[in-house]
């Protein structure tokens, strides 16, 4: 057993080298058009993709595999942003619950076996689970499983500062002491730019990039491979950077303005 175990898991990652198992904006037509055909036949069996894909390019796609029973799991991964992000920033997000009742519908009507839906996050709030209760219930059928985990850091550290200058200085005066590497983090996109061209010009700071909801897929993948690979000493950003991505060695986070939420300051 143990055997046929190792042989069935060399064959998947094997066979998984072959295609894509991403849908996003960079793919090309020809991957776009391999998924789609690997979707209808039932091959693809996995596909991460966004929640805006899912409701405009891929959505005849979903509809027919659905139709066609060959649904099995809906997994929306961060399913807090679904009750955080509101209609100013991906409002996708907002759609998937409506997106999920339609599936489900048209699973009915064709009378085939129902897909599971698994709804992951972090940082679960009880407001956000009655939330999602509410919107992917009902409440009934919900099944609600959580690990909560208190991440011990070392250390935390706060300062108020009065004026704009005044915790500029500080901020930068906590980046000259503090370890490398490093997440600055800031909540609007002009703030990230602004910082960016501060630690580069005004600090010293060569080894240093930006990545905010703006940045392009093709950057987005040279700042992460460069992070991950200890190629940079920091990262300005707003929380658009950091989901999904696991580096066990980063030594410091700065929050330049106060977090929007508790959870976005936790992740």
């Known amino acids: 057993q143990e055997r046929q175990m190792k042989k069935y898991f060399s064959n998947f990652v094997t066979n998984t080298k072959t295609w894509p198992l991403a849908w996003y904006g960079g793919v090309s037509e020809e991957d776009r058009s391999e998924i789609r055909r690997r979707m209808h036949d039932g091959t693809q069996r996995i596909l991460f993709t966004s929640p805006e894909a899912l409701t405009t390019s891929l959505l005849r796609t979903v509809f027919e595999v659905a139709r066609n029973g060959m649904l099995r799991y809906l997994v929306i991964d961060e399913a807090h942003l679904i009750t955080k992000w509101g209609d100013e920033f991906r409002p996708a997000f907002q759609a998937l619950a409506g997106l999920r009742n339609s599936l489900l519908r048209k699973v009915a009507e064709e009378k085939v076996e129902p897909f599971r839906t698994l709804l992951l996050s972090a940082t679960f709030t009880p407001e956000t689970t009655d939330t999602l209760a509410n919107l992917f219930g009902p409440p009934s059928r919900v099944q609600m499983v959580a690990a909560v985990h208190l991440r011990p850091e070392p250390q935390y550290w706060f300062s108020r500062a009065i004026a704009s200058a005044e915790k500029q200085e500080q901020i930068l005066a906590a980046l000259r002491h503090a370890p490398r ?87």
């Open 181 to 267: 590497p490093f997440i600055l983090y800031v909540t609007k996109r002009e703030d990230a730019l602004a910082w960016k061209n501060i630690l580069r010009t005004h600090a010293g700071y060569q080894r240093v990039e930006r990545f905010d909801g703006a940045t392009p897929d093709q950057q987005r993948k040279e700042i992460i491979s460069a992070w991950i690979g200890n190629k940079l000493d920091g990262v300005v950003a707003t929380s658009a950077f950091g989901v999904g991505i696991d580096k066990g060695d980063v030594r410091t986070i700065i929050h330049a303005t106060i977090p929007e939420t508790l959870d976005r300051f936790y992740q």
